[in-house]
């Protein structure tokens, strides 16, 4: 009937039950990211510019090399969860999840893609 509230059509029919995980997750890549940026930026920032040769010698050491893979994979995945989120609330039936689909595709193909140029610089 078209007379129903909002409320009214929601009752009964429960809750997606991964809301909070959902939330959880982001809270925690987001705190992640907070510490990773700032490191990430002073690790990489001064390396720009500078010849071939120096940037390999320097993510040969481990640690802009870890701080590096680390800010491709928490990034990518957040911005994973971060896209799914906004798809499902602006999109719907098919297109949303072939939409879904793509993203996750592409972001988890830029994350190898990612790690594997920085194992080429490392290694």
Known sequence: MAFY???????????????????????MSSYGL????PLFLFTFGPQLGKPYEEVIAYFAKPFPSVIAGLMITVGFLHFIRGMRMVLEDYTHGMVREWLVIAVTCVSYFAI????FALARLAL
Do not use: E, H, P, Y
Not at 6 to 13: L, Q
């Open 5 to 27: 509230t909002d409320r009214k059509r929601a009752v009964g029919m429960g809750s997606a039950k991964t809301g909070t995980d959902n939330f959880w997750r982001m809270t």
């Open 34 to 37: 907070l510490i990773l940026t």
């Open 112 to 115: 190898g893609c990612g790690l």
